[in-house]
């Protein structure tokens, strides 16, 4: 059972332009919202959080959104650069940081 | 460079085989995760350590197990293989026991022949 989804496996963006990558979950015991970028033959890199006490958090170019009510997450990249091209993945946890659950991700295509 | 290293790269092996992958976390850290990432699939979390106590269990299959040593470093054997084990096996360290997984190993690819 996908408790975090990713259904976009794929997004194609312009150089300068806002990506936008967004991500579902079912589970409303989540308090714990992550972004991680993994490049190729590289393990994953966390990026951004976001606990259920925020909609927003920002760092530099990269701000998660959250909607708890529609269980709904998003994170911006902007401006996007050719560098950001990567697989993003969003995980959630409960308030005890026990278990991670990742969605299956979303391949950033940044083109020049 | 993460810091979490992550032996083999690469296994290739047959069905009903046994393997060990090896997992040494960041310089500091206490906390191991093992991850599965099945083909087009996200991470489904195996297991996580801390300080050589198993603390928490995810969809880990009885014919695998896993184990922290004094040293810290972290083991995952995976035994009776079956085809569908073939994965890229990550493991994933942080200093608490209630951090998010923070720094990741490149991961072990598994291929069952």
């Known amino acids: 059972d996908q408790q975090v989804k990713q259904n976009s496996p794929s997004l194609s963006v312009q150089e300068g332009r806002i990506s936008i990558l967004n991500c579902d979950y079912t589970n409303s015991m989540f308090d714990y919202f992550l972004w991680y970028k993994k490049y190729p033959a590289e393990g994953p890199t966390f990026l951004i959080s976001?606990?259920?006490?925020?909609d927003k958090n920002e760092d530099g170019r990269f701000t998660v959104f959250l909607n708890k009510s529609a269980k709904h997450l998003s994170l911006h990249i902007v401006p996007s650069q050719p560098g950001d091209s990567a697989v993003y993945f969003c995980?959630?946890?409960?308030?005890?940081?026990?278990?991670?659950?990742f969605g299956s991700g979303t391949k950033l295509n940044v083109k020049p | 460079d993460s810091g979490v290293t992550q032996t083999p790269k690469h296994l290739i092996t047959a069905t009903g085989q046994r393997v060990t992958l090896r997992c040494s976390p960041r310089s500091g850290d206490l906390s191991v995760y093992w991850y599965q990432q099945s083909l087009d699939q996200g991470l489904q979390f195996l297991i996580q350590y801390y300080n050589g106590e198993e603390r928490a269990k995810g969809n880990i299959l009885e014919r695998f197990s896993a184990q922290q040593f004094p040293d810290l470093h972290s083991e995952l054997n995976l035994s009776s293989l079956e085809l569908g084990d073939s994965a890229l096996y990550f493991c994933?360290?942080?200093?608490?026991?209630?951090?998010?997984?923070?720094?990741f190993g490149d991961g072990t690819r598994l291929s069952i022949l």
């Open positions: 976001i606990s259920s006490i925020k």
């Open positions: 994933a360290s942080s200093v608490e026991a209630r951090d998010q997984p923070q720094h």
């Open positions: 995980a959630a946890s409960g308030y005890n940081f026990n278990k991670f659950y």
